[in-house]
């Protein structure tokens, strides 16, 4: 080997002594075990159990329905129900208020009157038809047989707002005072056993019943249409 390239060695090992050292690269990093809480594991599979048991609640209640009666024409207060006046409906399983009439119990609803105006698509329940329906308490039901020429045309209906007023005898003069008058509302109309009289059965307050029932009974009375129920 020359002198030359023995210094020029020499040298690169100097230069590589002097050069600062690199660290060397960290190695990777050791997993950690996450802690498991044993309350918190309890807690989740809790949870998850308590879902699984709601979903299939409700996948197999709400697919479960029950028939009930339902009205499919307009029925007025009063009036008697017949079996094509209901239908019966599928109702979904579940919490109501309502108390609707089950449609196996349609022979027993037929022949009860209405308790009160029912709608079509209105369900049926236990309050909404009655074996008789009477007047509220303060009021009584008169029934007044009247000729075609002491009523209107117009065709009375269950629900009608009236008045009774007393006509004076065939023959007679007018009276200068205004005639006695009774409100009333129309409960029935029947065709009457006596030619062709109806008789209209009308609730009135208690204290003018009297009064009415004999005043009808001298046949001297007509209805005046006041208000006709709507529908």
Do not use: W
């Not at 108390?99 to 079509?120: I, N, R, Y």
């Not at 409960?187 to 307050?205: C, F, K, M, Y």
Request: net charge neutral; no cysteine.
């Amino acid at each position: 080997m020359s002198s030359g390239t023995k210094v020029a060695n020499q040298e690169q090992h100097a230069r590589s002594a002097t050069r600062p050292q690199r660290p060397a690269p960290p190695g990777p990093l050791k997993p950690t075990r996450a802690r498991r809480r044993p309350a918190l594991i309890a807690l989740g599979l809790a949870l998850v159990a308590l879902s699984v048991l709601a979903s299939v609640y409700l996948t197999t209640t709400l697919g479960q329905t029950y028939q009930v009666l339902a009205v499919t024409k307009e029925i007025p207060r009063g009036t008697a129900i017949t079996s094509s006046d209901l239908a019966a409906v599928d109702l979904p399983t579940g919490p109501t208020l309502l108390k609707p009439v089950p449609a196996d119990q349609l022979a027993q609803m037929e022949g009860k009157v209405a308790a009160t105006d029912l709608s079509p698509g209105q369900l049926l329940t236990d309050t909404s038809a009655v074996d008789e329906l009477g007047p509220p308490a303060g009021q009584s039901i008169v029934g007044v047989a009247l000729a075609p020429n002491q009523m209107p045309t117009t065709d009375l209906k269950p629900g009608d707002a009236v008045r009774v007023v007393e006509t004076p005898a065939t023959g007679g003069e007018p009276p200068v005072e205004a005639p006695f008058a009774i409100s009333a509302t129309v409960i029935r109309v029947e065709p009457s056993t006596l030619g062709d009289q109806q008789v209209v059965d009308v609730q009135v307050a208690s204290s003018n019943a009297a009064g009415l029932a004999a005043r009808a009974a001298t046949g001297r009375v007509a209805i005046v249409i006041d208000a006709v129920r709507a529908g």
